[in-house]
C-alpha cells in the first residue's frame, strides 16, 4: 500500500477502544466525529491515524500564516527549559507556563500544565513535568511519558473561546466551528447546548472570506477593536488548514486579552496523510514515540492495524470483514486484541509480520484468522500461515475459517503442515471456538 492509501481519522482507533469494551456491534454504529459533533458513517481503520503533531509544532505552522501565538520554546532537558524561562523572563514575561508536550488533550487536569511567576518555580515545574508519567482522558490509565516541554510566556486573559476547522463529508466541504466556550472540551459544550456551536460551511470555490470571519466574529460577541485583529487569525488558521492538507485544525483556547488582542493559546492539528507524500516538511514532524509501538510496526510493512484491549487477535482480509470479525467475537462473549486487515495483495511475507505484531502483544490468548480469499488466495494464506507459525514457533491455540479461491488447496496445505489448528466451517463456530479457546465462555 502507498503512502497515499487511505486512512483512519485520528479518533478512529480511540472509538473502537471505547465500543469494543461494550455490547454494541460496530456494523451497526454511526460514529459521531469525536471533536466536531458531525454524525459520520463508520470510516474503515487503516494503516496509520492521520498524522498529529505538538502543540508547539502547530504554533509555529500557525505563526507562518500570520495568527498570533505566545512567544515560547520547546525544550528537551531541564536546562533547556531554564534557559527557555531565563529569555522570556528578560524580553519582560510577568510569568511562563511549563506545558507538557504529549498528543492528547487534557494536559491541564492531569497537571501537565502549570504556571511559574518566577524563575525557580520554571525550574522546579519543568523539573517535576518532564519525564512525568502524563495521564489524562485521553491517554488512557497508561498515560504518556513526556519527553518535550513548550516553555511559554503568560498573557492576561479577558475571554477563552473556541475555533476549530474540520472537513465534514457529507456536504464535502469544510466547516469552520466557534464557540464562547472555549478552554473546555467541545464535545460537552455540544452536548449540554449544540446552540453555542457556531458554524459556517466553507465553499471550496470561493474559499474562507472575511465575511465569514466576521459572522463568527460577531456571533462570539468579540468587541469592534479585535474584529479586525479576528478576521486576520481566522484566515490565517483557513489558509493553513487548507495549504497543508490538514484534517483538522483547532484552537482551544483562542483567547482575547486585556489589552484587547486575540491570540492561539493552544493549537492542535491532525494531517491527512493521504497528502503527505508531497509534504515532506510535515512528515519530519512525526513524533513516533507517542504512536503505539505495534502500528507503528505494522506501518512498516503496509500492515493495517489498530491495537485494542481484548484477548483475542485477529487477521482478516478486508476492513468490512474486520469489523464484523469483532462483532461476531463480542456476541460470542470474547474480546478482541486488534484491528488487523492484511488486505487483498498481503503476500507471505506480510503474513509473517502480522504474526510477530499479534505475538507481540501480550495480551493474546488466541488468535483467529478468517479469511474470504479473493486477490489473496487461500492457499497463499495458508501457507504463509504455516511458515509464520513455524517461525514464531507459536503455542497459542489458532482458529482458522477460510472461504473462496483455492479454499481447498488451502485446507490441505493446513492439514499437511503438522501443526494444531482448529478449522471453522462458519463465522459464528470460528468465533466460538476462539473465545473458548482463550478461556471465555
Known sequence: MSERASSADHWFADSVRRLIKSQVPFSRLHLRYERFIIRTPIRTPTRNPDMKIHEYQAKTILAKYGVAVPRGEMALTR??????????????AKGVVVKAQIHAGGRGKGGGVKIAKNLEEAKQWADKILGMR????????????VQRLLIEETLP??????????????TARPVFMASAAGGMEIEEVAAKDPKAIIKEAIDPTIG?????????????GLKGSQINEAVKL?????????????????INPFITTTDGRVFALDAKFGFDDNALYRHKDLKELRDISEEDPLEVEASKYNLNYIKLDGNIACLVNGAGLAM???DIIKYAGGSPANFLDVGGGANAEQIGHAFEILLSDKNVKAILINIFGGILRVDTLADGVVQAAKATNLKLPLVLRLEGTNVEQGREILKNSGLNFQV???????AEK????????
Open 208 to 220: 474562507f472570506q472575511p465575511f465569514h470571519a466576521r459572522k463568527l466574529a460577531f456571533g462570539l
Open 134 to 145: 502524563l495521564v489524562t482522558h485521553q491517554t488512557g490509565p497508561e498515560g504518556k511519558i
Open 234 to 250: 481566522m484566515t490565517g488558521l483557513y489558509r493553513a488548514f487548507v495549504d497543508t492538507d490538514a484534517s483538522l485544525c483547532e
Open 324 to 326: 464484523a470479525t469483532m
Open 424 to 430: 471453522a466451517e462458519t463465522m459464528k463456530d470460528a
Open 434 to 441: 476462539v473465545v473458548a479457546a482463550a478461556g471465555g465462555r
Open 79 to 92: 536546562a533547556e527549559a531554564e534557559k527557555a524561562a531565563h529569555r522570556l523572563f528578560e524580553e519582560g
Open 157 to 170: 486573559i479577558e475571554r477563552e473561546l473556541y475555533l476549530g476547522i474540520v472537513v465534514d463529508r457529507a
